[in-house]
């Protein structure tokens, strides 16, 4: 791979002094850097390679870092990264210690935002306009919003504020990727496009209006006949309702029509809204077949493409639920399967083949996605919401409101609990004990293993209320999943292992495995408590009598989750037995290998045990009798 012009852009500066022609070849190098890096570091690649032609013209066009940009959703910011000043450490891309794969203010003067959850970008664009304006400082404000995120709820919301705001400059650039949407584009689109955008158009309209302002039913006429004549070539009407000058679409991946475009729209004030279309996986062949395989491979060798595993990989939680959803689905007819545009990630995609009538897909619209399933449950439907953790908290006004309020029958799935790795702190599921069990009516659930996902979920299922059960991303400790719909006692642990009376370890999900290690050192019991709520308190005390110190382990943050809930019931039954709290430190934990963010934070076996050694060392200081496994 060649990349003699790409060698010499070190910042967006360097755009400046390219013609048309260095600027096309440029795209081709840049095309090629990221699917040659991607596929050494995995990451998000089909977004990012329909982005190049964007990228390349808005840092051509504008003058960043001072006029700001704000991609969302941030991952498709791949060349933005590139193009300013971090070609080199993308071989770091996601790694620990390496550079995000989301834009990040602590990383570049040149992120402007912060964007890994999507359609916040319209927000925070208008918010650094009107911080501007007040300032009294001259800049432009762009939010390229694309892959999905226009479906949520907080972009209308942000366009909506927008178009009362005075006195600012906000370019809102849709990034129109499915395909779906418009068309494909041409010559006449880019002649108009170009017309629309320039100065003589926008002042014919000021003109127009000014002329006629003193004759409204002429005005008022003349603004229809605008709208309709737009309306045959363009989805202009909509955006314009919102106060926005509407230029569009255009072919994203067209330089010829990018660059000029942008020119004549960075010379405009007020309310812009810029519409280009472009193709996830553009220029890699593969990728444009299957943008949804490639959306976010591992490393792959790109002159083959991905090559799946020669023999089969341990099974996931995610297809663990996917199964059960289908066998439950066929068990009960009033099952319905709910996604906020996870249907891949989050296991839903045999669901959809075989009960298409009750599958929905919601879009990104995540607060949507629960009460649409708190108004199903409200006529006797069981909806399932399939939510990534991290993106549960987006709808916790309504889980809180709609769902637990009115107990209604709302299970929730909740995948990529705790840790999830390369993509980091934007992502982690490391909250949602501490937020749920604060919710009265509300069941936790925390399988250890992907044997217990398949029971926790039945038993969940069948509680008459609302109800979640958190699974980490990947697959656990390999434990053979039953095919039955059997449950378990709700609120009810089981132990593990027996130990010699000195310390007691409560566990509350997938981190069993390390802690049985752990205990087999120190020779300590160990329970699956299996729920955080309701806890099983009979169990709890139990173990605090029978043993001279409790431990809690769990792979979400410590402060208000599982352990806490044993301090409280330690607390409420007037029970002082020392208690060491083990889980997700108080803070955002960065990017990196899954397995050694756990152990950085002290949740390996050899982690778990070194600070059982270190908080009860008199404790543990006398020997005492070996304990032994327990079946079950």
Known sequence: MTT?????????????????????????????????????????????LGTVELTLALHHVFDTPHDRIVWDVGHQSYPHKILTGRRAEMATLRQEGGISGFPRRSESEYDAFGTAHSSTSISAALGMAVASRNAGIARQHI???????????????AMNNAGVTPNINLLVILNDNDMSISPPVGALNRYLARLMSGRFYAAAKNVGRAVLQHVPPVLELARRIEEHAKGMVTPATLFEEFGFNYVGPIDGHDLD??????????????????????????????????????????????????VPAKSPAKVTFTQVFGQWLCDMAA?????????????????????????????FDVGIAEQHAVTFAAGMACERQKPVV??????????YDQLVHDVALQNLDVTFALDRAGLVGADGATHAGNYDTAFLRCIPNMVVATPSDEAEARLLLTTCY?????????????GGSGAVVGTDLSDVPLGKGVVRREGGGRIAFLVFGTLLPAVLRAAEALDATVADMRFVKPLDRDLVLALAARHEALVTVEDAAIMGGAGSAVAEALNEAGVQSPLLQLGLPDRFIDHGDQQALMAGVG?????????????????????APRGRAVAG
């Open 462 to 474: 069948r509680y008459p209320g609302p109800a979640s059960v958190r699974y980490p991303r990947g």
């Open 143 to 157: 939010a390229v919003i694309g892959d999905g995120a226009m479906s949520a709820g907080m972009a209308f919301e």
């Open 386 to 395: 399939a939510i990534y953790s991290t993106f549960l908290q987006r709808g």
């Open 331 to 359: 068990a009960d007819e009033r099952l319905v399967g709910i996604t906020p545009a996870m249907r891949e990630g989050s296991g839903l995609v045999e669901f959809e083949r075989r009960f298409p009538s009750r599958y």
């Open 603 to 623: 949740l390996s076996a050899a982690g778990i045990e070194a600070s059982v050694r270190e908080r009860f060392a008199a404790l543990l200081a006398a020997e």
């Open 4 to 48: 003699e012009l790409l060698d010499t852009i070190a910042s967006p500066a360097d755009l400046k002094r390219l013609d048309r022609r260095e600027l096309k070849k440029l795209a081709d190098e840049l095309r090629a850097f990221v699917l040659e890096s991607v596929s050494r570091t995995g990451g998000h690649l089909s977004s990012n």
């Open 257 to 306: 029509a990018l660059v000029p475009t942008l020119q004549n729209l960075r010379e405009l004030k007020g309310l812009q809204f810029l519409h280009v279309v472009t193709r996830k996986g553009q220029g890699y062949k593969l990728a444009e077949a299957d943008p949804v395989l490639y959306h976010g491979p591992g490393k792959f060798d790109p002159a083959v493409g991905i």
